[in-house]
């Protein structure tokens, strides 16, 4: 499996080389920065506020945390036995910034799968199903999100859709077991 991810990123930074480095303009940099931070985790309490506000019991919160749980466990297992690296120079996640032991190097450091593509997509699935119809809003927002993450350098292509598979995945399997 490692050997196809070798071949597979290679691939990829071929790809990735074809589409030229220009930096984006500085309002698009600041927006996919803040795309990349609802994917950090803000997203959960945005998702949460829109349950609430649309009247799912409890705001669906015991949905939202068997999501959460099916979403980042298999990123962290796998991240930490693949360890893929980055497309390029990683930004570590803020939210990691005071943990003076490093407990989070192996998923935080490394690429495949995507924790923030896993964690949006696992929110609009949850939310599609708890809202019927309120699930297209958190898609496009998925989208947005991974493509940010592979537009900032800090994915493949790849990482993305395996991290939105993984995601939607556990949003299925958060609501179908809270039901």
């Given at each position: 499996?490692t050997a196809?991810l070798?071949a597979?990123?290679?691939?990829e930074?071929r790809?990735l ?6 930096e984006?303009r500085?309002?698009i ?6 795309l990349t931070?609802?994917?950090n ?5 945005v998702?949460?506020a829109v349950l609430?506000?649309s ?6 919160i015991?949905?939202l945390?068997?999501a959460?749980?099916f979403a980042n466990?298999?990123v962290v297992?796998i991240k930490?036995?693949l360890?893929?690296?980055r497309p390029s120079?990683?930004d570590?996640n803020p939210l990691f910034a005071?943990d003076?032991?490093?407990r ?21 699935t949850?939310?599609g ?10 898609t496009?927002?998925?989208v ?23 995601g ?6 958060a609501t179908?077991?809270?039901?």
């Amino acid at each position: 499996m490692t050997a196809f991810l070798v071949a597979l990123a290679a691939s990829e930074r071929r790809w990735l080389a074809t589409r030229g480095a220009r930096e984006p303009r500085r309002a698009i940099l600041a927006a996919l920065r803040a795309l990349t931070g609802l994917g950090n985790g803000s997203i959960w309490a945005v998702a949460y506020a829109v349950l609430l506000l649309s009247g799912v019991p409890g705001g669906g919160i015991g949905a939202l945390l068997l999501a959460v749980a099916f979403a980042n466990v298999p990123v962290v297992a796998i991240k930490k036995v693949l360890r893929r690296e980055r497309p390029s120079q990683h930004d570590p996640n803020p939210l990691f910034a005071g943990d003076t032991l490093r407990r989070h190097t192996a998923f935080d450091r490394y690429s495949f799968p995507s924790g923030h593509a896993a964690n949006a997509f696992a929110v609009a699935t949850t939310v599609g199903f708890l809202i019927p119809g309120g699930g297209g809003p958190f898609t496009v927002l998925a989208v947005a999100i991974a493509a940010a993450r592979v537009i900032l350098g800090q994915h493949y292509p790849s990482d993305i859709l395996a991290g939105a598979c993984l995601g939607t995945a556990a949003g299925w399997m958060a609501t179908w077991g809270f039901r």
